[in-house]
């Protein structure tokens, strides 16, 4: 049970804000482009995919992800100890003898966020609107792999647009992510329907437009989106690092203290929520970490990152969290 359910997505719940928060502050409730680009020194500092340099190859780039993103470089004859995977079957069938392909990652990665912005996303008792946090999210992941001279593309999902772009590079691409972020952070348009199907298109897209060896994260709330984000992870999880950033409020893991809370929907309908009762205040919180778990294992069966985020959080001490978390994959 949940307040979504019990209520509607379009009703709203008056929780007095926690002490120090600043409800009525643009900061927390919208993002500016200005803002946006105030993170890029922030970013950094992250190191969401490490780098070194390496001998054999040259000093090609290196990542803590899986080894995709893998350009050919040579062809030699077969030694044992290697990756029969790699067997070159048509210079081996040729020649007559063993021959394994040698490749090098290349020395840029393409980085591509995909970022939830619906109406339901525009919402926060504590710290800032989930809309946001997910901006500012996506922002540092986009300054950081900027950073590094690594492509940059993605996905905003909003009422005020459907926004895409291919991974590119330079601060100007950036920027163009940046506004889209700041326009969809901005929307006040009200869903006419829900866009559930939408977000679970926009999901379904990325398996056929995310190229091997692609850096990905996805960030929403995901409430609606348990079996397109498995899917999707099943798809492309063999081929690409996967982030999952799920974000959520206070109020969705825990109802608040025991007492009668006014509630309203933009139809200036009112109604009362008691939350005295105990076992409801359980089952609430039991359902929210039965979701949490859930997306948490299926990222962790398809070797995916996942990171919780609430809105009361700093999100860059968040992906300073998940820094260095998953170890490189040779090729296959």
Same mark, same amino acid.
């Given at each position: !049970?949940?307040?979504? %359910?019990?209520? #509607?997505?379009? =009703?709203?719940?008056?929780?007095?804000?926690?002490?120090?928060?600043?409800? @009525?502050?643009? +900061?927390?409730?919208?993002?500016?482009?200005?803002?946006?680009?105030?993170?890029?020194?922030?970013?950094?500092?992250?190191?969401?995919?490490? +780098?070194?340099? @390496?001998?054999?190859? #040259?000093?090609?780039?290196?990542? !803590?992800?899986?080894?995709?993103?893998?350009? &050919?470089?040579?062809?030699?004859? /077969?030694?044992?100890?290697?990756?029969?995977?790699?067997?070159? =079957?048509?210079?081996?069938?040729? +020649?007559?003898?063993?021959?394994?392909?040698? &490749?090098?990652?290349?020395?840029?990665?393409?980085? &591509?966020?995909?970022?939830?912005?619906?109406?339901? !996303? *525009? &919402?926060?008792?504590?710290?800032?609107?989930?809309?946001?946090?997910?901006?500012?999210?996506?922002?540092?992941?986009?300054?950081?792999?900027?950073?590094?001279?690594?492509?940059?593309?993605?996905?905003?999902?909003?009422?005020?647009?459907? /926004?895409?772009?291919?991974?590119?590079?330079?601060?100007?691409?950036?920027?163009?992510?940046?506004?889209?972020?700041?326009?969809?952070?901005?929307?006040?348009?009200?869903?006419?329907?829900?866009?559930?199907?939408?977000?679970? #298109?926009?999901?379904? +897209?990325?398996?056929?437009?995310?190229?091997?060896?692609?850096?990905?994260?996805?960030?929403?709330?995901?409430?609606?989106?348990?079996?397109?984000?498995? #899917?999707?992870?099943?798809?492309?999880?063999?081929? %690409?690092?996967?982030?999952?950033?799920?974000? *959520?409020?206070?109020?969705?893991?825990?109802?608040?203290?025991?007492?009668? /809370?006014?509630?309203?929907?933009?139809?200036?309908?009112?109604?009362?929520?008691?939350?005295?009762?105990?076992?409801?205040?359980?089952?609430?919180?039991?359902?929210?970490?039965?979701? !949490?778990?859930?997306?948490?294992?299926?990222?962790?069966? *398809?070797?995916?990152?996942?990171?919780?985020?609430?809105?009361?959080?700093?999100?860059?001490?968040?992906?300073?969290?998940?820094?260095?978390?998953?170890?490189?994959?040779?090729?296959?």
């Amino acid at each position: !049970m949940s307040l979504r %359910s019990l209520l #509607g997505p379009a =009703w709203r719940v008056s929780v007095p804000p926690a002490a120090g928060s600043r409800p @009525g502050a643009s +900061s927390a409730v919208r993002v500016s482009l200005a803002d946006l680009v105030r993170l890029a020194p922030q970013a950094r500092q992250l190191e969401l995919w490490h +780098s070194r340099r @390496g001998v054999e190859d #040259g000093g090609a780039h290196h990542t !803590m992800f899986k080894g995709r993103g893998m350009e &050919f470089a040579e062809t030699r004859p /077969y030694q044992p100890g290697d990756d029969i995977r790699h067997i070159d =079957w048509r210079v081996t069938a040729r +020649s007559g003898r063993a021959h394994t392909k040698l &490749f090098r990652e290349e020395r840029e990665r393409p980085v &591509f966020v995909w970022v939830d912005c619906r109406p339901h !996303m *525009h &919402f926060a008792t504590r710290g800032s609107f989930k809309s946001v946090l997910a901006a500012r999210l996506a922002a540092l992941v986009a300054w950081a792999a900027h950073a590094r001279g690594d492509r940059v593309g993605g996905n905003v999902l909003s009422t005020a647009q459907d /926004y895409a772009q291919e991974p590119g590079r330079g601060r100007q691409n950036v920027l163009r992510l940046l506004r889209a972020l700041e326009l969809a952070c901005a929307s006040t348009i009200a869903e006419r329907a829900p866009m559930s199907q939408a977000a679970e #298109g926009s999901l379904t +897209s990325l398996r056929h437009t995310v190229r091997p060896g692609t850096i990905v994260f996805l960030i929403g709330d995901f409430h609606d989106l348990e079996a397109a984000v498995t #899917g999707l992870l099943a798809q492309i999880s063999t081929h %690409s690092d996967v982030t999952l950033c799920c974000l *959520h409020d206070p109020l969705e893991a825990a109802l608040p203290p025991a007492g009668i /809370y006014p509630v309203s929907s933009p139809g200036g309908e009112i109604a009362d929520l008691d939350t005295a009762n105990t076992a409801w205040r359980v089952e609430y919180a039991a359902r929210f970490q039965q979701r !949490m778990q859930t997306l948490r294992d299926a990222a962790r069966q *398809h070797r995916a990152r996942f990171l919780e985020v609430s809105t009361t959080d700093d999100p860059l001490l968040a992906l300073r969290a998940i820094a260095g978390t998953v170890a490189a994959r040779s090729a296959g």
